[in-house]
């Protein structure tokens, strides 16, 4: 019987089928172009090959095709057929709920196939990260639920350059570093070229206020990655963070231009809603002036995805926006429908991403009593809007802002005296006025 990498067995006789199908699972695993053509190889090669058509679906949501992804689950539900083997239609499942919209349910189903075939990495990877099914759930104990879902494939891996790339991120993420540094030189020694280990050893310079080994490393590791590759977009967003608290905007603006907010972004829409507004933010709490064409680009940009809320990761970028320059009667009612969802249990954050939005909107009034109310309110629970701890430092940011524009320096100093060690970079304007002893 012909396997994959990981030594499961694959429900195909055809050995170009399995080729294809084998490569692509290692591109996408590494977030490389390419992987949708090479499982659409596979699936010409066996039509009935269900897995191809389910990797297919994997890639083209990726990379931003939904109604494509949805066009090739189904094709994966109609090879399965009835002779389907257990793994297959486990396995096809997974992917099946997560392109029907149902998160939760696909969590559900993915625990219940890792029980089974825990070295299934492809269905893995749709939660082993912060964009992942447990890190969009909204949970507040989201990053323990992470760490301790890949503490638990751990021995099933071992020393695997794709499953160590995501393990060190989640322990870098809690702080246990000494634990994070060895797995994700393991990763990038066997497979230089992973993109996700890149993006984790970015992250973990961060976390260890390692801004020099981070700039050479980004600029290096950039200039071999393809533009079109899905994570090129948000490793230049890395890069010019680290610039913007080193004090180099003029990079940091020229990677905003022709990386993570470029017109013609190659990589994932949603990346660019994620990383164009906060960055924009985050350069004007360190002083910079404000971009009104940027951002009234970015008003456009963000609608025309999300003219709804439900993504709480997506709503509180865009919240940025509609702070800066949205339409007052239509952000309202966009606040009002999250908080109806979220008093309905719909919402996965709660109250927290429109607590946090009227926040933003206060402080672009300059009502920074309000605007400190608003996010001391669901301070302690930021962890449920989703992103990194790098990304959420924003609100952070924000609230020292508001702290020093109000003079409110005690509660700065406080704030400071509480930040996490490690992350050293504080990019806003001011901050030597409240010196921390």
């Not at 890190?135 to 989201?142: A, F, K, Q, V």
């Not at 990053?143 to 794709?162: N, S």
């Not at 963070?241 to 993570?260: I, K, M, N, P």
Request: with cysteine; glycine share 8%; proline share 5%.
């Amino acid at each position: 019987m012909l396997t994959d990498q990981y030594g499961l067995p694959l429900s195909t006789s055809s050995p170009e089928a399995r080729d294809a199908y084998v490569e692509g699972c290692d591109i996408l695993l590494r977030m490389y172009p390419g992987a949708a053509e090479l499982f659409e190889r596979a699936a010409h090669a066996d039509p009935g090959f269900a897995l191809a058509h389910a990797g297919r679906a994997r890639a083209l949501q990726l990379g931003g095709d939904v109604a494509g992804a949805r066009e090739a689950i189904a094709a994966a539900r109609t090879a399965l057929g009835s002779g389907a083997s257990d793994r297959d239609a486990s396995h096809v499942e997974v992917f099946d709920l997560l392109l029907g919209g149902k998160p939760a349910s696909s969590l559900e189903a993915l625990r219940r196939h890792v029980a089974d075939w825990p070295r299934d990495a492809v269905a893995v990877s749709v939660a082993a990260n912060q964009t992942g099914l447990i890190g969009i759930s909204g949970s507040p104990t989201r990053e323990q639920d992470q760490l301790d879902f890949l503490a638990m494939l751990e021995p099933h891996y071992g020393d695997d350059w794709w499953f160590n790339s995501h393990y060190a991120f989640a322990l870098s993420e809690l702080g246990h570093q000494d634990a994070a540094r060895p797995r994700i030189e393991s990763s990038i020694a066997q497979c230089p070229r992973n993109a996700y280990a890149a993006h984790t050893l970015a992250h973990f310079h961060y976390e260890n206020g390692e801004a020099e080994a981070a700039t050479a490393f980004l600029r290096s590791w950039l200039t071999d990655y393809p533009r079109n590759g899905a994570l090129h977009g948000h490793l230049s967003w890395h890069l010019a963070v680290v610039r913007l608290h080193q004090g180099e905007f003029d990079e940091a603006s020229r990677l905003f231009d022709t990386g993570f907010a470029a017109e013609d972004h190659p990589g994932p829409a949603l990346i660019k809603i994620f990383d164009a507004p906060s960055f924009l933010w985050r350069a004007e709490l360190a002083g910079h002036p404000r971009d009104h064409a940027r951002w009234e680009a970015l008003r456009g940009f963000v609608r025309r995805l999300f003219p709804r809320p439900g993504l709480p990761y997506a709503d509180w970028h865009i919240a940025l926006v509609d702070a800066v320059n949205g339409d007052p009667a239509e952000t309202e009612a966009r606040l009002a429908e999250m908080d109806g969802m979220a008093s309905a249990g719909r919402y996965p954050a709660g109250h927290v991403v429109a607590a946090l939005a009227r926040a933003f909107i206060a402080f672009e009034k300059r009502d920074y009593d309000a605007a400190i109310t608003g996010i001391e309110s669901v301070f302690a629970e930021r962890e449920r809007m989703g992103g990194s701890r790098a990304q959420i430092d924003l609100v952070e940011f924000t609230l020292l802002k508001a702290y020093l524009a109000s003079g409110r320096h005690e509660e700065a100093r406080r704030l400071l005296a509480r930040r996490r060690p490690g992350p050293r970079g504080i990019p806003v304007a001011g901050l030597e006025a409240v010196p921390v002893h």
